[in-house]
């Protein structure tokens, strides 16, 4: 599964503003099997929370939206979402989250007598959290953090301290990330087609069972199935384009829940 393509490593925040205009249509297959997997984890995690409630969101690492308009058109297994705080590293990326969410909204305003959730959107690295003070105004205000396809560029204590500083009590995390049975062959990043180089940042290839340990001891335990998914033939054609044949029988995904114990207290 190699390749002798020339390699340019760069920051993750170099990574993602050069990857921005061709996120959404390099191909790129840990995006289409998550765009298949997230549905219903998202189910999921909405029959935890009281239907009652009005939640609020805070998605770490919201990319180009991809996941964020997902939240905006109102769906019965939903409840209502008052407010989503969009965060991530890269200028670029928000930059086309913002006119992603904004087209969704316009196009879809005359769909639902439903107020449409209040989104604000905010550059932050969570490996460097002080540059972006404003940040405070959202600590332990999250029902919800949504982070897909993030934790492998971040260790495991700065990812499960940063879910537990925006998580009310009680709160559930829902993530998504490579599988090590992917990162540890491969990682995030794509090919620019000026130069021919595969750009690509810093990873981790946490495994399944080092996420849900470490997530323990920061007070957080799974709620349903602990979910991981391979690529397979039928997907050809139909999940995955063409680049996906060589990871045929390789776990390439996980996700799942987790919630917040009511008795912990930020560290």
């Not at 002798?4 to 390099?26: F, H, I, M």
């Not at 925006?166 to 000026?194: C, K, P, W």
């Not at 001891?217 to 997907?235: H, I, L, P």
Request: aromatic share 8%.
């Amino acid at each position: 599964m190699g390749s002798s393509r020339p390699v340019q490593s760069v920051t993750n925040t170099e990574l993602y503003n050069r990857w921005a205009k061709v996120y959404d249509t390099d191909g790129n297959i840990l995006q289409s099997i998550d765009d298949l997997m997230l549905p219903d984890l998202l189910n999921q995690v909405f029959t935890f929370l009281p239907s009652s409630n009005l939640v609020t969101i805070t998605e770490l690492g919201c990319g180009t939206g991809r996941n964020t308009v997902k939240l905006l058109t109102p769906s019965p297994a939903f409840p209502q979402i008052t407010s989503i705080a969009a965060l991530d590293l890269s200028p670029g990326m928000l930059t086309i989250a913002k006119q992603r969410c904004e087209d969704h909204l316009k196009s879809n305003a005359s769909d639902t007598t439903q107020a449409p959730p209040l989104i604000e959107f905010h550059e932050f690295d969570a490996l460097n959290p002080d540059l972006s003070p404003e940040i405070n105004a959202l600590e332990r205000k999250a029902d919800l953090v949504l982070s897909t396809l993030v934790l492998e560029h971040l260790p495991l204590d700065v990812f499960f301290r940063t879910v537990k500083y925006f998580l009310r009590s009680g709160g559930y995390v829902l993530l998504t990330n490579m599988h090590a049975g992917m990162g540890r062959i491969s990682q995030a990043g794509f090919v620019d087609e000026v130069t021919g180089e595969k750009i690509r940042g810093h990873s981790y290839a946490h495994e399944t069972s080092q996420v849900v340990e470490e997530g323990e001891k920061w007070g957080f335990e799974v709620v349903g199935e602990v979910g991981e998914r391979a690529v397979g033939s039928a997907d050809l054609g139909t999940v995955v384009g063409e680049r996906g044949k060589k990871w045929i029988g390789v776990n390439v995904w996980f996700g799942f829940v987790m919630r917040l114990s009511q008795m912990e207290t930020q560290p």
